[in-house]
């Protein structure tokens, strides 16, 4: 037991990550544990409403993207920590969407931490201006164009507004918002903003936020959580393989959506950390550009696509779709700790009589020690791959492993011997209930 000023800190936050790049269906894993593990605090860390994540309860889907999942259950404070960047306009129309501002009481069980930075429309305009500017050069990124890259980009600068700005005396705010649109316009001279109207929608969401009370100093809530032995879940958004440091960089989001996100995005010192979910599609997906060794363009590919549904949450667009990559999931545990696996959507490969996995990269005929790390060298990439007999059965009813067929239980283990993680849980399918939970 920990000591700090006196008091005993009993409990540690559980962090669940995309081990992937994204879209790996943290949503029902998270659902899962808030509902049969009793989480009482969900937390979100980094991002904005770029990510999303698609909860089905009582034949219901929520389709969250800045909101925490933990919003819709009674008992469970969903906290917006200050290493995510908000949209206001996109946060109430969520609540609205989702129908959460008719549950009881759920005002109560919202915090928003004071030190996030906002997502303003110029952020949008100039991250489609410079998305544009890109598609000219034929470097375009993918970008949801949801002004995420451009707010964190002023927050580095040091220009970026804060949540706390804007509850403060509105003459002040003003003066930082005219002068960070001013900013923009020098670099982005067509850029139109009709400053009075913007900043009139904002003074009524700071009456709203006001009036709500829940905006707050969400370190010291989660501090008092921990103190109060309070079971903690931390929502990480995005994919690992998104990560801005350790992603497939260029092609990544603009924050660090690894393990280290979680303390730095929510003020939480290291040894708060305990066990480290990593959520890993049974296959692997992409939305957008960038790097995808084992991607397969026709056939399966597509028959993964159809499938499984993959279309993204949050921008509509077709998932790309190939075999599961070993290669980057051990690179994503060298860097994340995983202390386990949920191993989702793993029906969708009921149909394939066999099924490839990617164990190893070269280039010019030399095994790689490790993923590139120069944008270029991806085009290079031959996958080694190690073929394995599908299972041909529907597991979808499936809820305990002994009951699994034996192929699929050999798909499941030679990812644990490869990666040396165990898998936890096993999703097959979209309902909470369709989950396989492994002592």
């Not at 559980?14 to 593990?37: H, N, P, S």
Request: proline share 4%; hydrophobic share 40%.
């Amino acid at each position: 037991m920990l000591h700090q000023n006196g008091y005993p800190i009993k409990s540690s936050a559980t962090v669940l990550l995309g081990a992937q790049w994204g879209d790996e269906g943290k949503g029902k894993i998270i659902d899962y544990l808030i509902g049969k593990e009793g989480v009482e605090v969900t937390a979100r860390c980094q991002g904005g409403n770029n990510a999303g994540h698609t909860v089905i309860v009582n034949g219901r889907s929520y389709d969250f993207h800045i909101l925490p999942s933990g919003i819709i259950h009674e008992g469970c404070v969903a906290v917006i920590g200050n290493g995510v960047v908000v949209n206001l306009e996109a946060l109430f129309a969520e609540l609205e969407h989702n129908g959460i501002l008719s549950l009881p009481g759920w005002e109560k069980r919202l915090l928003i931490s004071e030190n996030a930075h906002l997502v303003f429309n110029i952020h949008m305009q100039v991250d489609g201006m410079q998305e544009q500017a890109r598609e000219s050069q034929s470097t375009k990124l993918g970008t949801t164009k949801r002004g995420i890259g451009p707010a964190y980009s002023a927050k580095c600068f040091r220009n970026g507004i804060r949540v706390a700005d804007l509850l403060g005396p509105f003459d002040r705010f003003e003066t930082k918002y005219r002068n960070l649109v001013a900013y923009y316009q020098k670099l982005f001279p067509s850029l139109e903003v009709n400053i009075d109207a913007e900043l009139a929608q904002l003074k009524d969401y700071a009456k709203k936020l006001r009036d709500l009370e829940i905006v707050c100093d969400t370190v010291s809530y989660l501090w008092e959580a921990r103190v109060d032995n309070k079971k903690i879940l931390i929502e990480g958004a995005n994919g690992a393989l998104l990560d801005i440091d350790f992603g497939t960089y260029p092609y990544v989001t603009s924050s660090n959506c690894t393990v280290g996100g979680a303390c730095t995005g929510l003020g939480l010192p290291t040894n708060a950390i305990g066990d480290v979910i990593g959520v890993v599609k049974a296959y692997q997906t992409r939305v957008g550009t960038g790097p995808f060794p084992t991607e397969l363009t026709e056939g399966i590919g597509d028959q993964l696509q159809s499938i499984g549904k993959e279309v993204g949450v949050t921008t509509g667009r077709r998932r790309r779709c190939g075999w599961l990559d070993l290669v980057l999931l051990r690179r994503s545990q060298m860097i994340n700790g995983f202390t386990g696996f949920a191993l989702t959507k793993l029906d969708i490969m009921d149909t394939f009589p066999e099924v490839k996995i990617g164990v190893a990269y070269k280039i010019n005929g030399q095994l790689l020690k490790s993923p590139p790390v120069r944008n270029f060298d991806w085009d290079q990439v031959e996958v080694v791959y190690e073929t394995l007999p599908g299972w041909q059965t529907d597991i979808s009813q499936v809820r305990k492993w002994d009951d699994l067929p034996e192929n699929c239980k050999q798909f499941i283990r030679f990812i644990e011997d490869f990666v040396h993680v165990p898998v936890r849980w096993i999703g097959v399918g979209q309902d909470r209930e369709a989950l396989i939970v492994r002592d």
